[in-house]
């Protein structure tokens, strides 16, 4: 089974820093996408930034020159360095990661999953 486990939230004042971390566990041979969401209460979950294994990124156009996504594909892992941050990137950052090819239990069958989502981690930035 995948597991997505995210860690580096807290609480920042406006213009500070947060890296955020999420590995990915469960015999995992590969994964063709990483990415982080964000989600405030009563509103959609909203892509923040994605990377593919081949290392392309893409951002929300209101994170780009101040967020930058970046993974470690041997250790199944992704990461958000978060600068310059302002009072509306709080949020809940839930990570993501999808097309992943792992093997079923304990067998050596292989088997695509897709889409699965981390617990969140909160970012709280102070004005």
């Known amino acids: 089974q995948v597991q997505l486990v995210e860690s580096g939230g807290g609480l920042v004042q406006a213009g500070g820093s947060l890296r955020l971390s999420c590995a990915a566990s469960g015999r995992i041979i590969s994964i063709n996408v990483m990415g982080w969401y964000r989600q405030n209460p009563g509103k959609q979950r909203e892509l923040v930034a994605a990377i593919t294994s081949g290392g392309s990124a893409n951002y929300t156009d209101s994170v780009k020159g101040r967020f930058t996504i970046s993974s470690d594909n041997a250790k199944n892992t992704v990461y958000l360095q978060m600068n310059t941050l302002k009072p509306g990137d709080t949020a809940l950052y839930y990570c993501?990661?999808?097309?992943?090819?792992?093997?079923?239990?304990?067998?050596?069958?292989?088997?695509?999953?897709?889409?699965?989502w981390g617990q969140g981690t909160q970012v709280t930035v102070s004005s």
């Open positions: 993501n990661a999808d097309r992943i090819l792992s093997y079923t239990g304990t067998t050596s069958v292989r088997s695509w999953r897709f889409n699965y």
